[in-house]
């Protein structure tokens, strides 16, 4: 038996995702760049698989949404017609003294300045236009400025037509996209919960005018379930409204998913009642028909859209801090141990084989290449057991697999798992469909 010992502090993460590749600061020999962050061997699996499950959760488990890949750079007006050239800033001031800047709404502007210790010397707050914006071709002039998108959205609503057109979707219907956005961000402390550069997971859903709300349900709860079929305590979520200060430019109603991070609870996801706020601006900066034709009532309307909007990156420090655990063995050892749900793991399957004499090694080696057909697999013959066991831990691998002489004479293993430390022998005939059922069946105890 095994008890928590503390809780998990950024700090932990960032150590232990460094030490063991999962996340390196960007550009590290340099200095670093703030507000990015490079993704290692570790953390490039993990990020694949949160996103892959999500994929699977919104596009196969969902007969009615399709898949989209839209180019991160689009035509200038689209960021006019959404709003974002007008409306996507944040009010910021400057300390008169250091010049160091802050956003407005996170600074007492009578109190001292943080960096300098002067006192009361702040700007007044002026708007800063969060996309980041360079030029395209030879000549640097402001006709032909380009945008790095803030969000993936607007990918899907320039091309709702296309869609309509192309593939036998009808209302209601949703269209899903994964991809990165860039937003110019003056506060990027707290690791990679907020960032220059991050991905999105969006899924724009339309529907008629008038349903908006019933879908607005629907989907504030589909998105808790898949929280919770993705493994994450149930107590460190919940939701939050926004408040009419809150609300975005383009919502009539907004719930975030909120996580509770190691700096506490913070927004992971938000779910957004769009309206036809979008569509209908694209319709009229573009002069392009956005009009959806019901082909059984002949109705014809701009549909209204809900949008759930998660943050992959983010995602990717939620499933981390709710992973992580230091315990106490009952010998007085700690552990520490990522409980990852077994299909985000970045190692599903560990092969170990207890010496490597006697054709032991080779044995494993070969257990090991089959198992590689159907999982992500890790094989490790070196130092002792229990040491072996714990660099498992300490990255998630949810199976260890150990070989030794008895494998040889009646062809079992023994399996032992993550959470628990139990151990049991499986033959060997029988471990890929094992691995498969407790996969199905996990359950973070
Ligand atoms: N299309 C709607 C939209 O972009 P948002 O609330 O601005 O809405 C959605 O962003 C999600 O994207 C957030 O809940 C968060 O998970 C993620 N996100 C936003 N800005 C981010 C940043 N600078 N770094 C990392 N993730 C970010």
């Known amino acids: 038996m ?35 962050w490079d993704y290692g061997p570790l953390g490039v699996e993990l990020k694949n698989n949160v996103e892959h499950f999500w994929w699977k959760e919104m596009t196969q488990l969902h007969d009615n949404i399709v898949g989209l890949d839209a180019a991160i750079m689009m035509h200038p007006r689209t960021w006019e017609a ?66 790095l998108r803030p969000e993936t959205a607007q990918g899907i609503f320039v091309n709702f037509k296309n869609v309509v057109q192309t593939s036998r979707v009808r ?32 899924m724009q859903f339309f529907v008629k005018p008038g349903d908006d709300q019933e879908w607005f349900e629907y989907w504030k709860n589909e998105r808790i379930n898949y929280y919770n079929k993705l493994g994450i305590r149930k107590d460190k979520l919940r939701f939050h409204q926004h408040g009419p200060d809150e609300l975005a430019h383009y919502a009539k109603d907004a719930f975030d998913i909120e996580f509770y991070f190691p700096m506490g609870w913070q927004e992971l996801e938000g779910i957004h009642s769009r309206t036809d706020f979008d569509l209908a601006r694209h319709a009229e900066f573009s002069r392009k028909d956005m009009t959806y034709l019901d082909d059984q009532t002949r109705e014809r309307y701009v549909p209204y859209v809900i949008e759930t909007s998660a943050g992959l990156t983010r995602s990717v420090l939620m499933v981390l801090s709710d992973a992580y655990e230091e315990q106490q063995l009952e010998d007085g050892e700690t552990r520490t141990v990522m409980h990852f749900h077994p299909l985000v793991a970045p190692v599903t399957v560990a092969v170990l084989p207890l010496v490597k004499k006697d054709g032991i090694a080779d044995l494993a080696k070969s257990i090991e290449k089959e198992l590689r057909e159907d999982y992500a697999t890790f094989y490790d013959q070196s130092g002792a057991i229990g040491r072996r066991y714990r660099r498992q831990d300490e990255i998630g691998t949810p199976f260890c697999i150990t070989i030794d002489y008895d494998t040889k004479e009646d062809n079992t293993v023994t399996i032992r798992y993550r959470d628990s430390m139990k151990q049991e022998r499986v033959p060997v005939s029988e471990l890929a469909q094992k691995i498969r059922t407790e996969i199905k069946n996990y359950r973070r105890d």
């Not at 928590?4 to 390196?24: H, I, N, P, Q, W």
């Open 2 to 36: 095994a008890e928590a010992t503390t809780e998990v502090t950024m700090d932990k993460l960032v150590s232990l995702c460094k030490r063991r590749g999962f996340v390196y600061q960007s550009s590290e020999i340099y200095g670093g760049l703030t507000g990015a």
């Open 171 to 202: 209302i209601p219907f949703g269209i899903a996209q994964v991809g990165k956005a860039f937003r110019n961000e003056i506060t990027t402390k707290n690791f990679i919960f907020r960032t220059l550069e991050f991905e999105q997971m969006e």
């Open 82 to 147: 959404s709003g974002h050239v007008d409306n996507f800033s944040d009010p910021l001031v400057d300390c008169k003294n250091c010049k160091s800047r802050f956003r407005a709404d996170q600074i007492d502007l009578e109190a001292a300045c943080p960096v300098c210790g002067v006192k009361g010397e702040f700007t007044e707050p002026r708007d800063f236009n969060l996309m980041f914006s360079t030029y395209m071709g030879a000549v640097k002039s402001e006709d032909n400025i380009v945008y």
